[in-house]
């Protein structure tokens, strides 16, 4: 009984400490004046129109999610063949490909960003706005390379087996009967790249820092600025989208699968 | 469906985009960034192809060393402390029930996938001086005034392992979550305490779990860059910061990669005994 106390109240504090930093900033978001004070004094949400309102705010918004939802396709459409490949056939080199591509999220991020800078520097296409939605891709592309290989290891070979049997060629049998399958791996694979892309710094800074304003860009150059509850707002709505991407691939996927552990029937 | 070895180039096909992609954006940018580290530096930002080890010589300056054991110590210290907070903590996440699972896993990836920025901002914020926690300490009486915590080495180490703790969590629960519960259930049959159980049965037999996922947490906090610039003094910056500044503002790109390379051999050699600790425990 003093065990499950003690054990909640753990719980309860370790809870409290990861969400008292976005409470504080979601406190300082709302208040009426341009300062920083928590508790907040009056209540507006000034700050999170100006969000969408001031051309700054709302074109790195806009870049964010441009280059997310790029980058993130291009990942899936990287890793979706390279997995697939790795499932229908018996190809041990292949996996040389695989481990390449784990390997850009494993080294800290600085090397994987100096590297591109390096490159893109050297076929003289440093700080072209597409260059960032390529490293993304690149980077991110562990993301649904991991979702995917779950995702063709769970499907019934003899589902594919029954389907080849009565005659259907392999694209039919990746038409019909593994598309449906994998589908929800495809969709969690994306997200997790989306959402990852959407935070990230250093890569986008290092490859189009100086000419393209992602959010996160944006968010520590105007750090230098002195703090303000515009920066409270976004990150706030930062924060919101993140946990909502996520609230829905646990809603329409598997998560604690997709995080490795066994599902009950298995 | 028969498994058998591709043959012909149409069964290749597929793998040739994906291919192409990982080679052309990964691995030459990768050889590049080694190559550029023996290449000499052109005062006005740029460099020229050679094959000097200048960049490599200045590892042995005391700045250097310094910064190296600086960031080694601290990435230590966010590993151990991570992985005690996060192993009894995930040791209890495994046993709720699935749907207090899932709202856990969502709370700790959502928080796993804040930008250091967002991170570096909400942490400078609660550690501030006018929206800082000690105003709530002076509102119940422990301080005399509100006072700014940050920047300083403990609000730093607070950020790292906010930052690190919930991927430690998920690192640990495949390992936790597959544990066969039988085991824990006999020590208790035999008359075990549950805190006995725990620091005897479970601990041990995760043994080699718990170290892989340490040295994960280290090369993961090794990684970070901004949190030793928002959260912490000049003394504190780290060696992935050191890059960054070398690479940007100093325009020196071979010390940079130099340096990058230094973090990839301690990196992947880490990462290569972790993945050996991991494998110890499969085959036992």
Known sequence: MLMRTLNSLAAGLIALVLAAPILVVAGVSVNEKKSLTFPPQGFSLAWYAEVFTDPGWRGALITSLVVATLSAALAVLIAFPLAWFLWRWRAPWARAFEVLGMTPFILPPVITALGFLSFWAAVGEYGSPWTVVVSHAVFFVTLPLVTLSLGFGAVDRSYVEAAATMGADDRTVLRTVVMPLVRPYVISGFAFAFVLSLNEYIVAYMVVGFTLETLPIKIFNALRYGYTPTMAAVTVLFVTLTAVVFGLIAWFGDLPRLLGAWAKND | ?284
């Open chain 2, 1 to 284: 469906m028969i498994r058998r070895a591709p043959r012909g180039l149409a069964e290749h096909a597929p793998i040739l985009f994906p291919a192409l992609m990982l080679v052309v954006f990964f691995v030459i940018p990768f050889s590049l960034m080694i190559a550029v580290s023996v290449f000499r530096r052109v005062p006005g930002g740029f460099y020229e192809p050679d094959l000097v080890f200048a960049n490599y010589e200045r590892f042995l300056t005391a700045f250097f060393g310094g910064v190296m054991s600086f960031s080694l110590g601290l990435a230590a210290l966010v590993a151990a402390l991570s992985v005690g907070i996060a192993f009894p903590f995930t040791y209890r996440l495994v046993k709720l029930p699935r749907r207090a699972q899932i709202r856990w896993l969502v709370f700790l990836l959502s928080i796993l996938s804040l930008s250091e920025v967002i991170i570096g901002f909400a942490w400078s914020t609660l550690l501030s001086r006018t929206a800082g926690i000690t105003n709530l300490f002076v509102a119940l009486g422990l301080m005399a005034e509100p006072q700014s915590l940050s920047p300083s080495f403990g609000a730093l180490l607070a950020g790292l392992v906010y930052q690190a703790f919930p991927y430690t969590v998920l690192v640990l629960y495949p390992a936790l979550a597959r544990l066969d519960p039988y085991l824990e259930e006999a020590a208790r049959t035999l008359g075990s305490s549950p805190l006995r159980a725990f620091f005897t049965v479970v601990v041990p037999a995760l043994r080699n779990t718990i170290v892989a996922t340490t040295i994960m947490v280290f090369v993961f906090a090794l990684g970070s860059y901004l949190l030793p610039q928002l959260l912490g003094r000049p003394q504190h910056w780290t060696l992935s910061v050191l890059i960054t500044d070398q690479a940007i503002y100093q325009s020196n790109m071979p010390f940079a990669a130099a340096m990058a390379v230094f973090l990839v051999l301690v990196s992947l050699a880490l990462v290569g005994l972790a993945l050996l600790a991991g494998r110890r425990e499969e085959t036992a």
